[in-house]
């Protein structure tokens, strides 16, 4: 009949249930027990509950609290038992350490509390209209669930505030590297400037002293002529200021 089946169902599962209430509760308490353990005490407490399945004297769920215990003692077992770990080629069980991340934004939303009030309001409405049996607030409730349901997914997911810092702090970003680009840039024209200045100081320099040369030796103006030109970006003075690491031969 029907309560074999509903029997049958209980009974499975509680049988599903146990190895993963136990995991839990271990996991919640303690940070030694690793992955090993887990599986361990898992596959003891599935075992050891399906044999007490052929007890017929105990209620399955004294037989539910007995598998537990059993389970965690497995699991406590598979964690310090240093044999059964070897058996089965796993090292020594390590506290687990947390490493702190920021790859996820835990910051609160601004709407937590509102959605919350709007949750107690519309489980207070469905209440009240079945308790009353009022086919009319039953209607107001679904209309309004609807509306508030579309709001929600209407509302920006992220912090107002915090998105708009993040916004203004690119754009300052942005700005400053702009502004660094166009100083490089007028830093690199004054630098050619400064060469080409230096440049034909050193042309007008050089024409000087040929001229003195000239008039001291009494030649005519084959010295000028015969004077080799030099390179302007030759000069120490120059090529230090054009920023080059050696300076170029002509």
Do not use: N
């Not at 934004?105 to 049996?133: E, N, Y």
């Not at 679904?142 to 998105?163: D, F, S």
């Not at 754009?171 to 400037?193: N, P, Y």
């Not at 230096?198 to 040929?210: F, G, N, P, Q, R």
């Amino acid at each position: 009949g029907v309560e074999p089946i509903f029997d049958w169902l209980q009974r499975a599962k509680t049988m599903a249930s146990l190895p993963i209430i136990t995991c839990f509760v271990v996991g919640i308490a303690t940070v030694r027990p690793d992955a090993f353990s887990a599986k361990f005490g898992f596959a003891a407490g599935v075992i050891v509950y399906i044999g007490g399945q052929f007890l017929d004297e105990p209620h399955f769920l004294h037989v539910f609290f007995v598998c537990f215990l059993l389970a965690l003692a497995a699991m406590l077992v598979a964690t310090y038992a240093q044999p059964l770990r070897r058996c089965f080629c796993q090292s020594r069980a390590v506290d687990f350490v947390e490493s702190a991340s920021a790859a996820v934004d835990t910051s609160g939303w601004p709407m937590v509390w509102p959605i919350i009030g709007v949750v107690f309001f519309l489980v207070a409405l469905l209440t009240v209209s079945l308790q009353v049996g009022s086919q009319a607030l039953f209607v107001v409730f679904a209309v309004v669930w609807c509306l508030c349901m579309a709001t929600l997914m209407a509302l920006p997911t992220g912090h107002p505030l915090r998105t708009a810092t993040d916004a203004m702090g690119a754009k300052v970003t942005a700005t400053v590297s702009e502004k660094e680009a166009t100083l490089e840039g007028i830093r690199l024209d004054f630098g050619s400037e400064d060469t080409a200045v230096v440049a034909k100081a050193t042309d007008k320099e050089v024409a000087l002293d040929a001229d003195a040369a000239h008039e001291e030796g009494g030649g005519g103006g084959a010295l000028r002529e015969e004077a080799p030109p030099l390179c302007p970006s030759a000069m120490p003075v120059a090529a230090g200021r054009a920023g080059l690491a050696q300076p170029p031969t002509c």
